[in-house]
Each structure stands twice: as structure tokens, then as C-alpha cells.
């Protein structure tokens, strides 16, 4: 692997500076897990903050010493020579408050307490994460980012990030993501977490005292949420109708292989995911709505954007549909800012934002090249 | 540096003389983006671009031109009714489906529309036709077979449809091998460019 980044750190930052959210909830106190690739320039304008979406965290690439076989979630995109090239762009990928990988979230002691947050953990919007991605910038001496990218969730913060703080993003690279969920979005969402929060395991969000892990409500959660990140064509293809024993056992334990694939993503999920940072995940997913503030106008509440955008979306995609990258399109249209829409001819689903294409990698480096002349005159 | 864009595509020099400097562009089919290129440079125009093909997607990016990938033959939704000082559509017409809705889109979202286009009324296309076969030449390199027009027109065409759309043609330039043509532009002339309006 000679393009990857190689054998990778995480590193932390604790800031004892409140964090009051949105929701009024305060963290007095909270820890931030991130990993850094590549090195900052002399006048720091190199710096690529990449956000992550529902599961993932601040491992974007590379490996880990004791972990060899850990690769970083977004690895095929970052590293040397890859269209986010490590050798010209610092990028910084965090792991989002409320997560489960080293970050402070509902697994972690509360300092007033000394248990586990668990219940208590203040519910997360996408705007208190870009508050706290921001204190790792001033900590980190970024003022500006080239660019701020992201998938999905990611995506949104990449998006918050321009309007929270226009003078601190030259570009954002908005890759199929959306203005605002769908309400069949957040119905999916919702069934997801009533798997969770009618697990008898779950115990309120306080299950860590109770040595018990809603493993049964978080492997559903997942589950339904992996069917709806596939196509029914991707899902068709790689599966079919096949058996696993090659005939009907008139049964209900595993026998097509599809649900053998479910079982197996759900399990494995269940076994390191924490319950209670899915649930905050996909709450923070159906409250973003940035035009909640400006009458449901999307281009109004753009406004402040100074940035460049990049936006990308997939065809197969039906979560976060083409016609909902188009709305962002229209919306940044209107503000005059510039802005160039790719959509990607794939059949993955929402998934296809994690996968090696040749199109969509290459509007990818085609992009972020430009970036990287731009920052580097 | 900008020599062989106008060189190559004769249209291009008449579409830039008519925009004025800082004006806003959308430019349909705008291919790898040259035109806007070209406009950003010289007119300082702020340009977006729409473009189905994934190729020419990927140099209107690398070469840092604001393209916007989409269908025109779905229309011109995604933009906003006046967005544009100018609607672009350079040697695109010919080759769209539904042509009259697309000529009136241009002028909801634009103030005024460009158009250029192979003049199929050409004294050589008009000479191909009379020895019995559809015309093949620089402007029109397909086989009938294999040709994305299927809208080809003549200049009385496109201005008939231009009053029957209660558009006002505001300018027309008539180029044949990069040079205009004057006399007889309608069979003289090869590539003809319009500049349009709504009738007020």
C-alpha cells in the first residue's frame, strides 16, 4: 500500500471550556479523538477538515500499529496521490461529541456524577459539532480551512461550517448529502430507534450500569438502516434470491443470504457501536434544517455562504436523492456563489459515497486539485 | 492564450462581443467549458455551465469553471426565473428534443438569449441534399445514421419561430470559416448566431 498514509495515531484534545448546545443541555468539560494526515503549510491554509456521518469517526485513513487490519473509513479517498493528497493537504478527521471512539458521548463518566453519562448526555445538533470542530481549529492554529467535505451526515456539517462561519471556508465538498432530511427519512430513523429504546436492555439510556448492552435494538437499528443505504438493484445483484443451503428449510433462521449479510452487518455492528451515540446520531440528522430559521427558504438561509461548493450525488442514491443535492444546487445558485454539481452514475445507493468510482473520484481530484494550486500561491 | 478557442469555434467570438463586462452567464451545453473560460477571462463574466457528459464534467472542474451536470431536455428547473443576464445555447439547438420549450425557458431565466447554430440552409448542405444525401461537412460531421440532430433549421426558420414565440431578435451574426458573411447570409452563411429577447 504505497498510497496510504501508513501507521496512524489518534490524538486528543480536552477542552475545559462548557459547551452549551442547542438543545440548552451544557458539557462542562469534553475530549475530542482526532487523527491527522499529511502536514500543515507555513501560513496554515492547507487544512482539510473532513466530517463524518451516522458511524463513523475519526479515523479516515490508514492503519494502526496494534491494529493492522483497521483501515480508516474513507481510506480509498485520503493519502498520498488520492484526490484528498496527503502530500499537499493537513487533513483533520475528528471523531463528533456524543461518538463512541475516544470522544466524549453517553459512554463516557460525567464529571458531576461520576457515571456514565448515559440519559444525561445533552442531545447533539450538527451546529454544536461544527462549534466544537471550531475549537479544534483555533486549537490546531487553523483560522481558515481549504476546505471542509463530508458524506451524508458529513456533508451537513461541511454545509453548517459555511454558514456558521463563512470567513473560515474556502471550499466545501458536500458529497451525497441533503438541505434537510425527507420525512420518510426521519420515519426510517424512527424505527430505528424504537428498536433501540424498547430494547428491554436499554434501561433508559442508562444500560452501562446495569452491565447489559441493547445489542438485540442496536443490530435491528442497523439492519434497517444498511437495507436503506443499498439499491434494490445493488442488493439483487450481490445476493439475488440465493440459499444458503440451496433449498427452502421452511424455517426462520437464516436461509436466503441476504439476511445471513444483514445478521452478520448487524451483529457486528452491535458488538462495538454505543446504542445511545446511534440514537444521537440520527436525532442530529432529523433536526438539521438550517432553513428552519429563514421560513423554509434554503437560499435564505445561505446567505452568509462565501465559500466554493462541490456537490456530488448518486444516481442509485434514494436516501439522499440527486433531487435533494439539486435543492442545495439551487439554493447556493441563488446566492451567486460558485458551485459545480456532479451526479454520479452508480449503482451502490447512499453507500456509493464510500466507494471507489472512476467518476466520481475524478471529479473529486479534478476539484480538490484546484484547491490545492489555489492555497499553495 | 485564448486565440485557438475563438479560432476553433467562430461562434464563440460573436456570443463574447455581445457580453458585456461582469455580466452573469448560464451556458447550456457548454461542453469542456471552453466558452466560459474564455468569458471569465476576457468579460469577467460570472458563468455556470450545464452539461450532461461526465468527460466534459471533469474538465469544466479541472479547469475551474462552475458547471452544473443535468439533462436540458428536462428542462431548466433548477434555476431561478431572471438568474441570468444571458442564456447561452452555442451549437446545442439543433440537437435538443423539445426545442421551442427549452428557447422559452432561456427566457424565463435569462434577460436576454444567445443562440448559434449549423444553418442546414448552407448553399453546400442545400448542394448535398440535391445530389441526393443528407449533408456531411464541418458543422454537420454526422452520418444521418448516427446524428444527435434532430432539430436542424435554417435562419428564416429559427426567426419564424422566433415571432411565433413573441421573441424579439435583438442582433444575428452570419459566420462561414470564421468569417461573417453579409450577402445572402440565409445560403451563404454556415454558422448563424442570434441574440434575443422578450417581446416587451
Redesign the interface.
Known sequence: MDNSVGIVQAQHANFDQPLTCLSSGVLPRYDLAYETYGSLNADKSNAILICHALSGNHHVAGTYADDPKNVGWWDNMVGPGKPVDTNRFFVLGLNNLGGCHGTTGPSSIDPRSGQPYGSNFPMMTVEDWVESQARLADRLGIKQFAAVMGGSLGGMQAMQWAITYPERVRHVLAIASAPCLTTENIAFNDVARNAILTDPDFHGGDFYQHGVVPTRGLRLARMLGHITYLSDDAMAGKFGRGLRSGKYKFGYDIEFEVESYLRYQGDKFASYFDANTYLLMTKALDYFDPARHTEHNLAHAFAPIQAGF?VVSFSSDWRFSPDRS?EI??AL??N?C??????I?SRHGHDSFLMQDE?YF??MR??L??IAREVSR | MTLPIIQSRPDFAAIAAWIPHGA?VLDLGCGDGSLLDYLKTEREA?G?GVEID?RN??R???R???????NLEEGLS???TG?FDFVILSQTLQATRHTEKLVREMLRVGREGIVSFPNFGYWKNLLQVLRGHMPISDELPYQWYDTPNVHLCTLRDFEQLCHDLSMQILDQRVITGGREISLLPNLLGSTAVYRFKRNT
Not at chain 1, 460558485?338 to 451526479?343: D, G
Not at chain 2, 475551474?64 to 443535468?70: A, L, S
Open positions: 462541490l439539486r444546487v439551487k445558485l441563488h451567486r460558485n458551485i459545480s454539481y456532479a451526479e452514475q467518476q475524478a471529479v479534478n476539484y486539485d484546484n | 452573469s460570472r455556470y461526465d464534467i471533469l469544466c472542474i479541472a475551474g469553471v462552475n458547471v452544473i451536470q443535468g433548477g434555476f431561478e438568474a
